[in-house]
């Protein structure tokens, strides 16, 4: 018996929209026939503490169908000052023209060094990656996971021993996505107290 107060939500229908969950926000870069697409995705994390990372996709979109057909994707982390631009990558497609030539030549990007895909200029992270599972089954969704092949950071956000956690991410805050429809600029945050010796 839970505590007052508990709401029990109707699990015969999505949960998602009835809470606030916290995320990252990236956006996922792929080719697309002949130009690029890129598409802003919030259900993504790493795969494990080794260079693996997914993220939820469905087969309905262009995102999925591309990386069936070229096998490699690039993730990039935008800024909290980028959220706009990243916005800006879920614009609907138009029947008469690309989204690429619509939407993705009006943003601010390059071409990733080692791969055919485009990346979010002046993201703090990027990721270059291989196709590695996708694994269908999800209802109407699926999980799209990558092996890191080659990894890049803006020098501020590189940790290091000589600062402390707390003073980088006040100077070099970071961006999260606030589910569904909400996001926010991280400043302050506290060690976790983790008990002693603990390991992972």
Request: proline residues 6%.
């Amino acid at each position: 018996m839970l505590k007052n107060g508990t709401v029990v939500l109707d699990v015969d229908q999505p949960i998602w929209d009835k809470v606030f969950t916290v995320a990252p926000l990236v956006v996922i870069g792929t080719k697309e026939n002949n130009a690029y697409d890129l598409a802003p995705k919030h259900m993504a994390s790493p795969i494990g503490f080794n260079n693996y990372f997914g993220f939820i996709c469905t087969p309905k979109h262009a995102t999925y169908r591309n990386i069936m057909d070229w096998g490699e994707f690039t993730v990039s982390f935008p800024k909290p000052d980028q959220v706009i631009i990243s916005a800006l990558t879920a614009s609907p497609r138009c029947d008469d023209i690309s989204k690429s030539d619509q939407i993705i030549k009006a943003l601010p990007t390059e071409k990733a060094p080692n791969i055919d895909a485009l990346i979010l200029s002046d993201s703090y992270l990027y990721f270059e990656c291989e196709r590695y599972k996708i694994i269908d089954g999800f209802d109407d969704n699926s999980i799209i996971t990558g092996r890191i092949k080659s990894a890049y950071v803006d020098q501020d956000y590189l940790r290091s021993s000589e600062r402390s956690d707390q003073d980088q991410i006040y100077k070099h805050s970071l961006l999260a996505y606030i589910a569904t429809g909400r996001y926010a600029e991280i400043k302050e945050t506290f060690e976790f107290p983790f008990p002693k010796d603990f390991k992972r």
